[in-house]
């Protein structure tokens, strides 16, 4: 899921219908992406974050590692962020908190910033292991085992350097 407009767009807000539809989708079990931005897209991100505990911290830019072991991260050392968001609470994959896992909502994956997934973009440190990353996450089936070990809905085996 994408954001749409911005704070000073009207239509750029869900309505409490999609809010209610997309925490029903999650609560399936299915894996859900969920795509914010930065300060201009504040309530949007807060809206997203909302659905799952959290909410939007500001911006942040520049390179950023991973702070978290994951089929998300793998391959990934750096990755560079374009004046993007961070989010306030969930699990960070990263020591910016642009991507950011909610397990205590489901399997759900937002990202707040949309410039480093662009194909011009992916030479760039390991941007194009990242959104590689994220296509297989979302695409494999919960049932089916990750091509390095990590399973579906498993969270014994993430380590964490972030406090």
Known sequence: MDQRGNDSDPG???AP?????IAT??????????FGENT??????????????GSHGGATDGITSPVLTHELTEGVAQLDIYYGGD???????????????WPSCGQVLTILEVGSQQ?????????AAFF??????????????FS???????????????P
């Not at 219908?17 to 539809?21: G, L, P, R, T």
């Open 25 to 34: 989708f999650i609560a399936s079990g299915k894996k859900v992406v969920m």
């Open 40 to 53: 201009a897209w504040t309530n949007w991100n807060n809206q997203i974050l909302g659905i799952c505990g």
């Open 119 to 127: 194909i011009d973009q992916w030479p760039l440190f390991d941007n």
């Open 17 to 21: 219908a999609e809010v209610a539809n």
């Open 132 to 145: 590689t990353n994220v296509a297989d996450w979302i695409g494999f089936l919960d049932s089916m085992p």
């Open 148 to 162: 390095d070990g990590f399973e579906s809905g498993d969270t014994s085996r993430w380590s964490a350097t972030y």
């Open 12 to 14: 750029a807000f869900l």
């Open 87 to 101: 989010a306030n609470g969930g699990t960070p994959l990263f020591d910016q908190d642009v991507a950011t896992l």
